[in-house]
């Protein structure tokens, strides 16, 4: 076959990603808070780009100059037509978690979720107050770890030097949790010494301060805290021996087993939920990142809401323009020129996204606002199933765009603080053809009906499905389940046990 060339002519559609654009998209999922540091980066790289700390009257004379790198209306087209979820370089987030057919966990419902802020001990980075240093002072202290706790105590602890030496190995193989990750044995071995005198310094170890550090299984922690405590008496011993029957909260075993009544194990099985099963963690480093809301939305003079962008941590920044005449008109060589003209075109299409940003989340709240009115209004039980489509169908862009806008993204509302993808629930279907229930209201359904149960008469799965069922809910048993584990909720074999215990106490009592 003969080997030749030719000319082809062929025609196709591409989209092209161009560096601009990616940054564009990238800002769509970053927080208020992290796009702040986002152009701290930028504003130390970029000598044309400002806060904006100006007044209104003089903003017009910073505008940026007429060439654009990219008209505002192009990146919204860009932005509401393409799908860019395939791009994995673009989208940290991976796959939506939330369409139409998956369900999301109760973020919100459980029990166990802190506060997501403490706004009482705020402060102003300006002002001070009487007792500051001593403030400082604790809050320093309160940031040790729990190893240079431990050295801290060690440091005066009369020790010899051979116990002092292995104690320093003991404390290194203590995890965060404070609990022993070293075998005896193999340290032996390693120190060249005998296993005994290691016993025998981690016994003194294990009297440091938190209580219940350097103990090698949770039977141990927990005994070690009793025994300060001065309560580790032989039907303890027997019950700590037991953790399995503890879990299940087996009345009726345990007191078998430790050879008192069943008034006895609920009072110890009290004792033994106030110790703490991890005593390193209060020791951790890890600051707590405060959540603070991208959006606020506000109940308007006429009964509607009003949707506003947080400005308080929302970056402002402009062009310097002026800086930009200024030193273009000395620039002579092309390579300081082309630098320029770079720094340029960059600061203009950051400010230009930056507002897109703004805009595209601000019109994302509101709609979400307008489909979930009735969560505003009266609570968890009128949150309506939605998805990314309704939200994308109705305002005119893409899914993926919606869902970068709604990831990590939070909205403060009269109800509460919540993150933008809670309002995304998964449709259960009624029977009598009405509209479909929310998952999450049905969650708070689930969960009133549990905490209103009585003693005499726990709620089993199969029966809450005939209450939901009453009520016009068509939902599965296994459901029901998942939705009640979702939310830490004992079974009702173990409620009936624990409710039991309590109202044999308050009898006692």
Known sequence: MAVSQRLELRQGQSLVMTPQLQQAIKLLQLSNIELTEFCEQELEKNPLLERDDSTPSLEAEREPPAPEPAPAETLDRELAREDFSKCADMDATGEDRYSDGEERGATNSSPDNAPLADWSTV????????????????????????????????????????????????????????????????????????????????????????????????????????????????????????LDLVARRDISQLAQICGVDAADISDMLCEIRALSPKPGLKFTSEPVQPVVPDVIVREGPDGGWLVELNSETLPRLLVNARYFAKVSAHARDKESKTYLTECLNNANWLVKSLDQRARTILKVASEIVRQQDGFLAYGVRHLRPLNLRTIADAIGMHESTVSRVTSNKYVATPRGLFELKYFFTAAIQSLDGSESHSAEAVRDRIREMIEREEPREILSDDRIVAMLTADGVHIARRTVAKYRESMRIPSSVERRRLKSGESLNSGLR
Do not use: N, W
């Open 123 to 242: 402060r102003s980075s300006g002002q001070r107050y009487e007792g500051d240093e001593d403030l400082l002072e604790s809050t320093v202290a309160e940031g040790g770890t729990l190893k240079d706790h431990l050295l801290e105590q060690l440091a005066i602890a009369a020790l010899d030097h051979d116990k002092r030496l292995i104690c320093v190995g003991l404390i290194d193989a203590v995890d965060e949790a404070g609990y022993l990750r070293a075998d005896l044995d193999e340290m032996a071995a390693r120190l060249g010494c005998d296993k005994a005198l290691i016993e025998q310094t981690l016994t003194i170890l294990q009297g440091f301060d938190p209580v219940g550090v350097a103990a090698r299984d949770l039977a141990e922690c927990l005994a070690l805290q009793l025994k300060e405590k001065d309560r580790f008496d032989p039907a303890m011993a027997a019950m700590i021996g037991r």
